[in-house]
């Protein structure tokens, strides 16, 4: 009778439990993390070639040190723009393209719990028992 009585009162407390679930209104999802978008956008060229006087003083700056980073030499500007003109254009957008954003720190990794650093336990190994003849009974 207790046995029935306890699964009644957990049944009922369950029951009354998702009750107050179902009558709280939904929680609202969070508001997604917009970034700011950036204060100057990346100038985009016309596909094609792209002539030295169209490049802007930040892009200018770039390509001298991606042809530095290639080993060029680079006395002048007349030198660096001529190196300029002999680039492809896909080798030109490369080298004055935005830096990629410094990668994310690592986290930490989370302590673990546990008895991880301890090995197992075995149990012993079961013994083999040898059966023990019946007794014998002595008849009257």
Not at 16 to 40: F, N
Not at 75 to 94: E, G
Not at 116 to 135: D, L, M, V, Y
Request: hydrophobic share 30%.
């Amino acid at each position: 009778m207790t046995r029935r009585f306890g699964r009644r009162a957990g049944l009922l407390a369950l029951l009354t439990g998702l009750a107050a679930c179902a009558s709280t209104p939904p929680e609202q999802p969070a508001a997604p993390v917009v970034q700011d978008p950036d204060p100057e956008p990346e100038e985009v060229y016309s596909p094609g070639a792209i002539p030295w006087a169209n490049l802007t003083e930040e892009h200018k700056r770039r390509a001298r040190a991606a042809l530095t980073r290639l080993g060029e030499d680079i006395p002048d500007d007349a030198t660096l723009q001529a190196r300029w003109m002999l680039m492809p254009p896909a080798q030109q957008r490369y080298s004055i393209r935005r830096p990629p954003p410094p990668p994310p720190r690592p986290r930490a990794a989370p302590a673990r719990r546990g008895r991880a650093t301890t090995p197992a336990r075995r149990s012993p190994a079961p013994t083999r028992r040898t059966p023990t003849p019946p007794r014998r009974t002595q008849q009257r």
